[in-house]
Every structure is written in structure tokens, then in C-alpha cells.
């Protein structure tokens, strides 16, 4: 479950993520921190892949020194 007071690091854990997949040819311009759920019930057949519901919780466009 998503909680609200970990609020103040997700820009930091974006800037972090956005240097992880810095290139020079294609840099980074927006990074999305996306929470996927499902629901899992025990001894269930799993034949069928899980329902996922994503939930976008943070965006943020990439400044240059972002990436430093």
C-alpha cells in the first residue's frame, strides 16, 4: 500500500531513477513512479495472468542538472 508519508523522498528516488537510465544520445525527460496492485487469493487457479491496477503517483519532468 502506497503511503502518503513517504511523500518527500519520491523526488529524489525520480532524480535517482532518471540517472540510472541517463544516456547521452536519448537522456531521460519525464519520469512516472507507478504503484501496481492485484489481487492474489491463495489456491487460486492460476491459469489467468492477475488483473494489474496501476496508479501513477508521481511525475516529474528531468532537468539537466538532475542528471548530475
Do not use: C
Not at 531513477?17 to 487469493?41: C, G, H, M, W
Request: glycine residues 2%.
Amino acid at each position: 500500500m502506497l503511503q502518503e508519508k513517504n511523500a518527500a523522498i519520491w523526488p529524489d528516488n525520480a532524480k535517482h531513477i532518471a540517472r540510472s537510465f541517463n544516456s547521452q544520445t536519448d537522456p531521460p525527460e519525464k519520469v512516472l513512479l507507478v504503484q501496481y496492485q492485484t489481487d492474489i487469493t491463495p489456491g487460486a487457479d492460476e491459469t489467468h495472468d492477475p488483473i494489474l491496477k496501476p496508479n501513477a503517483f508521481y511525475e516529474d519532468y528531468v532537468q539537466p542538472e538532475d542528471l548530475k
